[in-house]
């Protein structure tokens, strides 16, 4: 105090120091309290920071502030070309890279009106479903661990790292894939990682089942779960939320079926809907929606065609290396769309597709230059969150924690 | 008739004139509308029961980069019944419009990200306060003007 009179000697910082020591608490069971949960806590999955009004254990009020990892990707995106971008979808929603990279370049196609080869689009899909498989198998373990199941963590993990052998087997890399390609894909999935693809799912089924049942027979992971964080149609509706989210709360959405991309129309598979909209019905969206990917997977295998994994198109689409190197045609474009960008033209596009989280969208305006003049991320996690006031109040501190596990926020989305 | 026309059609015979525009790009629709009545087309595209635009999927602004009518501001609503995204857009002569969170509680924090990154502010919005940047920042970083590495100072530091 005497270190603040002598140094800091601000009228209105003193002001308000002296009028603090004058508080006196009468009943101390008639306070609230204001809670700072975040951003550096383990259970906001990043960092996410919530302000909590607590009566006694109970959420009164919560005011969520985000921005702490905002890198200001729709400013970067519109002095880059449109390819510079790929690497930057990986970092939006880190634990499904590949549908973001698939989601990126469906939008970027969409505005140059190019068409990838259908082996292309049939590989981005096998690709997207493992990703979906991956994301929510850490969403389900993570979400597990917040309310004190340990060991579904480890065992989603596992899988999670057989899934990113075939990344690294396919795209080169783990984690940090970039693997699509406007146009097409960077490189052809090769016979053996098929057949490890297909060894792998064969045997994920009985996997599901262990993580199913060590979880749905747990009284405790049942009884913390059951009627928290209710989230009704009208309010799921409202809030824009989409994704595992929307569907646990009664409302059958999924892209996939209602504005299909890709060849999603040619699969059979189904969109699992729960009506309780609670925590538990998000946890059983996910499960299933595990296990409808896993189908998925199986029949794209089955029907994958052969061809070219990338589109002629040689004004907007780069070519083959080996070409450049031995084609003056070729070197011309490669060198055109390197360093000028591949020019769209004008006009603005609006591309979603569902990603683990929900609906991601790009809105991307083009004036015909190499970059574009304006570039929107619709994140999915970000519009999800807006419904977490709502759904806490009324809750415990520790019940917030399982809310935020079942919304399943990644914050490198959700702040762009 | 299809959907598409339909919804044209509507808004064309509630709202005379206010639709100044109707353009198709790669099979997006989208409708430019009068600024003023922006709210009410809203309303109006919502509450029908036929259109039934029930879900409000993104609020955002272009930065025209222009003298006059620099801002345009961009809907992309969505009806789960009818399956169709439809995109509103209208062109904001003053850096203020007439806020839809009263209409999908979810423009609450697009229009908040608006707000922040464009600096367009919104009547009758219930919170608007910056949701990325820091509160005394003084910019609004996606104006074109606004440098992409940044304006030194513009976040204050520790004093040594």
Redesign the interface.
């Given at each position: 105090m005497d270190r603040i009179l002598k140094e800091e000697a601000d009228s209105q910082i003193l002001k308000a120091l002296m009028a603090d020591t004058n508080i006196t608490i009468e009943d101390a069971l008639e306070n609230e309290m204001v809670l700072n949960m975040g951003p550096q806590h383990p259970a906001t999955h990043g960092v996410l920071r919530l302000l909590l009004r607590l009566d006694g254990e109970t959420v009164m009020a919560c005011v969520p502030e985000l921005g702490y990892l905002h890198r200001g990707y729709e400013k970067m995106a519109e002095n880059m070309s449109y390819l510079e971008f790929i690497p930057h979808t990986d970092r939006l929603d880190y634990t499904a890279t590949m549908c973001n990279n698939v989601a990126y370049v469906l939008a970027v196609e969409k505005l140059a009106g190019i068409e990838a080869p259908k082996r292309a689009q049939y590989i981005r899909m096998l690709m997207a479903e493992l990703s979906r498989i991956a994301g929510h198998l850490i969403a389900i373990g993570t979400f597990a661990m917040d309310v004190g199941a340990i060991t579904v963590l480890m065992w989603a993990f596992r899988e999670r790292e057989k899934i990113q052998e075939f990344y690294d087997l396919v795209a080169g890399a783990r984690f940090t894939t970039s693997y699509t390609r406007i146009g097409g894909v960077a490189s052809d999935v090769t016979d053996e990682a098929i057949s490890m693809i297909k060894a792998f799912i064969d045997k994920f089924d009985k996997a599901v089942d262990e993580m199913e049942n060590i979880l749905n027979t747990n009284r405790i992971f049942i009884d913390r779960l059951e009627g928290i964080g209710t989230l009704t149609k009208e309010d799921a509706i409202r809030y824009g939320v989409t994704g595992p989210s929307l569907r646990a709360s009664g409302v059958q959405h999924d892209i996939r079926r209602a504005n299909p991309y890709l060849f999603y129309d040619e699969l059979d598979f189904d969109i699992p809907v729960h009506t309780e909209g609670d925590c538990l019905a998000r946890y059983f969206i996910r499960i299933e929606e595990v296990r409808e990917s896993a189908k998925i997977v199986k029949q794209i295998i089955g029907k994958m065609p052969k061809g070219e994994i990338i589109a002629n198109n040689p004004k907007r689409v780069l070519p083959h290396k080996t070409e450049i190197y031995s084609k003056m045609e070729e070197l011309i474009h490669d060198f055109m769309i390197v360093n000028f960008g591949m020019n769209p033209p004008a006009g603005d596009i609006y591309s979603a597709v569902e990603n683990p989280k929900g609906e991601l969208g790009f809105y991307i305006v083009s004036n015909g230059k190499g970059a574009p003049w304006k570039f929107k991320i619709r994140s999915p996690s970000f519009c999800n969150l807006q419904v977490l006031p709502l759904i806490v109040k009324g809750a415990m501190i520790s019940d917030v924690v399982a809310i935020i596990g079942s919304l399943d926020p990644v914050m490198g989305e959700a702040d762009k | 008739m299809e959907f598409k026309e339909l919804i044209v059609e509507k808004i064309r015979s509630a709202f005379n004139g206010a639709l100044s525009g109707v353009n198709e790009?790669?099979g997006?629709l989208?409708l430019t509308v009068d600024s003023g009545k922006i709210a009410a087309i809203c309303k109006f595209l919502k509450e029908d029961s036929e259109l039934n635009f029930?879900?409000?999927?993104?609020v955002?602004a272009?930065?025209q980069a222009t003298h006059t009518n620099r801002f345009t501001l961009?809907y992309?609503i969505y009806s789960?019944e009818n399956?169709f995204?439809l995109?509103l857009k209208t062109n904001i002569e003053a850096e203020m419009t007439d806020t839809v969170t009263g209409i999908?509680?979810?423009a609450?924090?697009y229009e908040r990200e608006v707000f922040d990154?464009y600096g367009i502010k919104f009547h009758n919005h219930p919170d608007l306060r910056?949701?990325?940047?820091?509160e005394e920042f003084e910019y609004h970083?996606?104006r074109k003007e606004?440098p992409?590495l940044g304006i030194p100072g513009s976040i204050p530091l520790p004093k040594k």
């Open positions: - | 790009y790669r997006d989208s029930n879900m409000c999927e993104d955002t272009i930065d961009v992309h789960l399956k995204r995109r999908w509680q979810s609450n924090w990154m910056r949701i990325y940047m820091p970083p996606l606004f992409v």
